[in-house]
């Protein structure tokens, strides 16, 4: 981006402005596309995508009717929400209560400025990109807390509180299951860290040993427990809580808290990608700069969007985990195996000093063999299902 | 053990606070005095060849024409199955009767509930108090002679026959 | 800015200052299934006590049988526990015919249990299938409600209701099996069981599902007895007792079945997995008790000769019918009119909701949930 505005301010497009004002007005104007025009619509495809697969999963349908295969389900839903009266309780705190559901949208927005769609489209490449998104991540916590406190109700408060305990604890194993990759690349810039994998899968960093392996993983379960999906959406319990702390929004602001966890998703979706799985790196088969960047945008977004995928087939699939089993699951089990990746891999580094180590093609060997073995499951099992038991609509 | 049997053994061990049994009826049934009925129970509980551990039931039933409120206990015995009818019966007048949580604490909510519809009092129950209606009810509903309320916190029981 | 109007009990524990919060679960809550409150105080996650508060249900059934007669109640008993309804049709049935000395034949005998163990299977995977959405998993729900549907259809055929079903009368059943019956139950039979197997492989042994109800809400047997808990909560905590094997009426005593017990197989004897356990097996039992009187049949009438304004003779009956939610015991006592002089119904749920308060003090409110999925209660049975 910034070689971009280089350019136009050479030309003279801005004749006479300082140059720390045409920055920050061009990012102000990326960053309303990037959220307008991408993540606003990526949401709303999420939430038909889930309801869908979701319903595919449960042997029934999920909405159809609005628009060709329900796409706009949530156009209708977004539009009911708006319509619906802004209910603040009598002795509700009214400016927390109001604000609240910003600030849970403000960290999962706040992300886009560093996220790298390709090679030329990050709206900032800041250096201390990684470190960025922690942090602003973390802003959600206020959020969440202000929203149970100014409910002026138990439950909310109950809900706010243990969603606040989750994402600071889940904080912890998140970021230290960052640092093996932090330690490979040297940098905490997304592009650079992209910029040192390749296209080919043997050289993502999730196969670069098994402590960058495991890391993977955890980096993806503590995600999932910080933007409060299930298996740990104890916040929203619906059964145990109502909502949680969103048990006295509606209409919008309602839609708000919702719209933030499946924004959430896709950002992590996007860490995943960028850390672990080569980003938007693509096999070399073009010299047409406009067709690479849009191929590199378009594998980078279906990579991060089979993991948003992997997070709806989890909450179809498993129960909740009950609070305390959560928080030892995170500081008995995640935090040493974080200690442990991190060690293991700066000792990795000490004893392979090269980059690309002998170990990746067989780590890349193992998830091929894990990939196969999962299919030949599902091969079995659709063998002996009996079609007449599940609903098979068009799609 | 036949009904008979157990009669025997306990009017052998209490005498006189056994009134009456009836082994014609379709469950054979005694009639225990209230002052005795605890310790009528806790023997027919811990007896060995008794061992009526279940209170399966407890039910009271007005019997306004004769003037009292009979409490009627219907006992199950897991181990030697068994089954015996043990009744109370307790004065329109004076509706007190020791409570037999003691022994099984099923009756703990049983009695509740025949305090709340009935108007039996028990007593040495731990939380007499009323469990199906509201905690401002007056009456006990399920009297012969309850009359219903004209109205409740403001709102009136009566209502047209939409019929007319 | 403080929260106005709650009641905070203020301790100090140590040095440390703790308050204790005062919360209400319900009436109207997702998950207590049904009408029910629970008052529970809290301290942080871990309760001190939840107290149940019934009554919001309560429709004085009691009392309506006493100006309808024994006839006249049959559909009210639907309403006990609308979940399986038949079982308490049978219950009244029984208790009527008992008091009144009349003899079901044959025919309507064999109906009646068909219709009873086809109703304990639906109430079982509703159960079973509400107690996985409480814990979180929302797909084997679906399932569940999906294999409940066909069973309600095979109900519907039979007797033209999906819920509450008033298809059996004093003296036998109201209407014989439709024509082609027998062929339709047991496709469905055939279909269903290894689905049960299915349902054990996605959420039963799941990890996160044994880790939420192993070692939770344990009762031990004699705690079981001692409340009166009956049915597969009280098979859940050991002991092998079930009135249709133990004390058979109708024709249980011809049917070939086993009773499961709960084995503390995951956890300790008594948890709540293993009161899921058992009603996971039961509807094994069921299918087999289905086929084995679908082959058993006779032919015959399928209800006795009744008048039509029944006078039972001066007396009380008191029998017990194996429900879905344990033995439920009908109590009536006649004054020799056409109306019932006193009804009472002891349902399983009541005495659940009795040892609820017992068993949670040191629960947390998550394993209140647990409990009570685990114990199976249905707001109508507890109120009535």
């Known amino acids: ?395 | 053990m036949t009904p008979a049997e157990v009669y025997q053994k306990v009017k052998e061990r209490f005498g006189e606070a056994i009134e009456s049994f009836n082994e014609k009826a379709l469950d054979p049934y005694i009639v225990v005095k209230s002052d005795a009925v605890v310790e009528v129970c806790r023997f027919l509980k811990e007896d060995p060849a008794l061992v009526f551990d279940c209170l399966s039931n407890m039910s009271g039933v007005d019997l306004l024409k004769e003037g009292k409120l009979q409490v009627v206990s219907h006992l199950y015995s897991y181990p030697h199955r068994h089954a015996f009818v043990v009744k109370v019966d307790v004065p329109r007048e004076n509706p007190t009767m020791p409570s037999l949580e003691g022994v099984w604490k099923a009756a703990n909510w049983q009695e509740r509930e025949i305090y709340d519809l009935v108007g039996v009092i028990f007593t040495d129950h731990s939380d007499l108090r009323r469990i199906l209606m509201p905690e401002d009810w007056v009456g006990h509903p399920l009297r012969k002679d309850f009359v219903e309320p004209e109205e409740y916190h403001g709102i009136s029981t009566r209502r047209e026959s939409l019929l007319k | 800015m403080s929260m106005a109007g709650y009641e905070v009990e203020v301790q100090r524990d140590g040095g440390l200052e703790t308050e204790e919060m005062t919360l209400s679960m319900g009436p109207q809550h997702p998950s207590t299934h049904g009408v029910l409150r629970f008052i529970v105080k809290a301290d942080g996650e871990v309760m001190r006590s939840a107290i149940p508060d019934i009554g919001y249900l309560h429709g004085s059934i009691e009392k309506i049988s006493e100006k309808v007669g024994y006839h006249g109640f049959m559909p009210y008993t639907d309403r006990v526990d609308y979940v399986s309804a038949m079982q308490c049709n049978q219950g009244w049935g029984m208790v009527c015919e008992k008091i009144a000395g009349i003899e079901v034949p044959r025919r309507g005998e064999f109906c009646r249990v068909i219709a009873c163990e086809l109703g304990r299977i639906a109430s079982h995977l509703l159960s079973v299938g509400t107690m996985a959405q409480d814990i979180g998993g929302m797909t084997p729900f679906v399932h569940a409600l999906r294999e409940r549907e066909k069973i309600n259809n095979l109900l519907e055929e039979l007797c033209g209701a999906r819920l509450t079903f008033n298809y059996m009368r004093v003296g036998g059943v109201a209407w014989d099996l439709p024509a082609g019956y027998s062929e339709k139950v047991l496709a469905f039979l055939d279909q269903f069981e290894p689905l049960v197997d299915e349902y054990n492989d996605l959420i039963s042994y799941n990890k996160i599902y044994v880790e939420r109800l192993a070692n939770v809400g344990v009762i031990s047997q004699a705690e079981a007895i001692n409340y009166n808990l009956v049915g597969p909560n009280l098979r859940g905590s050991g002991l092998k007792y079930d009135v249709r094997k133990d004390e058979p009426y109708s024709i249980y005593g011809e049917l070939d079945f086993d009773v499961p017990v709960g084995t503390g197989e995951v956890g300790t004897l008594g948890d709540c997995f293993d009161r899921y356990m058992v009603r996971i097996r039961e509807m094994h039992e069921s299918c087999k008790m289905v086929r084995q009187c679908l082959v058993m049949m006779p032919t015959g009438p399928v209800l006795a000769k009744v008048a039509r304004k029944l006078k039972p003779p001066v007396g009380e009956a008191y029998i017990r019918v194996e429900g879905s939610r344990g033995d439920m015991g009908w109590y009536v006592v006649s004054d020799g009119s056409e109306f019932p002089y006193r009804t009472k119904i002891r349902t399983g749920s009541f005495a659940a909701m009795g040892i609820v308060d017992k068993i949670s003090r040191g629960l947390m409110i998550a394993d209140l949930i647990a409990l009570i999925a685990s114990l199976d209660v249905v707001a109508p049975e507890v109120d009535r």
């Open chain 1, 1 to 395: 981006m910034k070689e971009f505005v280089d350019g136009l301010i050479a030309n003279g497009s801005f004749a006479g402005m300082p140059v720390e004002m045409v920055y920050a007005l061009m990012m102000l104007l990326f960053g309303a596309i990037v959220v307008f025009g991408f993540a606003l619509p990526l949401v709303t495809l999420t939430v038909w995508v889930e309801r869908r697969v979701w319903a595919r999963m449960q042997s029934r349908v999920g909405p159809n009717r609005v628009g060709p295969q329900g796409i706009l389900q949530a156009l209708a839903d977004g539009i009911k929400n708006i319509l619906k009266e802004d209910i603040i309780p009598d002795a509700a705190d009214r400016r927390l209560f109001a604000i609240a559901p910003f600030f849970v949208v403000w960290g999962f927005v706040a992300t886009f400025a560093v996220v790298p769609f390709s090679s030329h489209l990050v709206i900032a490449d800041l250096n201390v990109g990684l470190l960025y998104i922690t942090a602003v991540t973390a802003l959600s916590v206020v959020g969440v807390l202000m929203a149970g406190w100014a409910s002026n109700n138990k439950w909310s408060l109950l809900g706010g509180i243990r969603s606040a305990a989750q994402i600071i604890s889940y904080e912890i194993p998140a970021g230290l299951a960052l640092i093996p990759v932090i330690l490979l690349t040297g940098t905490l810039s997304m592009q650079k860290i992209i910029q040192a994998q390749s296209w080919e899968p043997w050289n993502w960093f999730v196969f670069h040993s098994p402590f960058t392996f495991i890391a993977a993983q955890v980096f993806f379960i503590s995600a999932l427990a910080e933007s409060n999906r299930t298996p740990f959406d104890i916040p929203e319990a619906e059964s145990e809580l109502v909502a949680g702390f969103a048990t006295e929004y509606s209409g919008m602001r309602f839609a708000l808290f919702f719209l933030a966890e499946w924004g959430a998703l896709y950002v992590i979706g996007a860490i995943m990608t960028t850390l672990f799985f080569g980003g938007w790196q693509i096999p070399p088969v073009t010299d047409n700069v406009a067709l690479q960047q849009g191929l590199q945008f378009g594998i980078f977004f279906l990579k991060s969007y089979f993991w948003v995928f992997v997070a709806m087939w989890i909450r179809a699939t498993l129960p909740r985990v009950r609070v305390d089993q959560l928080m030892s699951l995170c500081w008995k089990y995640f935090v040493p195996i974080g200690f442990l990746n991190m060690i293991g891999t700066a000792v990795w580094m000490v004893v392979w000093p090269q980059q690309r180590s002998p170990a990746r093609y067989l780590m890349f060997f193992l998830g091929v063999v894990i990939v196969v073995q999962f299919f030949r499951r599902v091969r079995f099992h659709l063998r002996r299902a009996r079609p007449e038991m599940y609903y098979s609509p068009a799609i």
